[in-house]
Structure formats: C-alpha cells, structure tokens
C-alpha cells in the first residue's frame, strides 16, 4: 500500500525546532509472528528511513501538523513505527501523535 503526504506529526504542544529540522520514521517489521526486526534504541537506523518529516524553523503551536514528504510505502506485514528526532529543541513532553490516515500513534 502506498500513503501519499498522509502521514503526519501532529505536535503535542507548542515548539520551534533548529536546525537540523526532521523528524525520521521506520516501518519495524514483525515478519514470523514472533520477533521485530532488531533497531537501536538511542540513535537512527542502519537503513534508510521509511519516511521524513522535514520541519519548519519556526513555531508549531499545538496541534500543529507536519505532513511527511512524497510518497510512503506501507509495509503488508505486521510492524510498529520507530521514529528518531532530528527536532534541534525538546519535543512538548505529551499528546505528540503520528496520523496516518484517520489512524493516530501516541508518540
């Protein structure tokens, strides 16, 4: 399935990001009904990133919303999101949410 600018952040509370302004996410695989694919916890993947949030250097109010650049390829196994900020500021301490869709991930 293919998302096209229909992921996005939604941001919690108020925050103006520096540079570098991106937000990077992962499809994490879950392919034998078992196990995840292995990602670190505190630093960005191996691979490229599934999608990019890029930012604007100024301020989001809350509920501002950031859509994901082109097109996004959903993956058809099951999986989790994984996201590293690449924000420049702290992010609002709650509420932050991905939207995919109509469906929103608590971040």
């Given at each position: 399935?293919?998302?096209?600018?229909?992921?996005?952040?939604?941001?919690?509370?108020?925050?103006?990001?520096?540079?570098?302004?991106?937000?990077?996410?992962?499809?994490?695989?879950?392919?034998?009904?078992?196990?995840?694919?292995?990602?670190?916890?505190?630093?960005?993947?191996?691979?490229?990133?599934?999608?990019?949030?890029?930012?604007?250097?100024?301020?989001?109010?809350?509920?501002?919303?950031?859509?994901?650049?082109g097109l996004i390829r959903i993956p058809s196994f099951l999986w989790k999101v994984q996201?590293?900020?690449?924000?420049?500021?702290?992010?609002?301490?709650?509420?932050?949410?991905?939207?995919?869709?109509?469906?929103?991930?608590d971040y």
């Open positions: 399935m293919w998302a096209d600018r229909s992921l996005s952040f939604l941001f919690g509370g108020s925050c103006t990001p520096a540079a570098p302004n991106y937000i990077f996410g992962w499809f994490v695989l879950k392919a034998d009904d078992t196990n995840f694919e292995v990602m670190p916890s505190n630093a960005a993947a191996a691979r490229d990133p599934d999608f990019v949030i890029p930012l604007l250097a100024a301020a989001y109010a809350a509920n501002g919303l950031a859509p994901a650049n996201v590293w900020s690449q924000v420049g500021a702290t992010l609002p301490a709650s509420g932050n949410k991905l939207i995919l869709g109509t469906q929103e991930v």
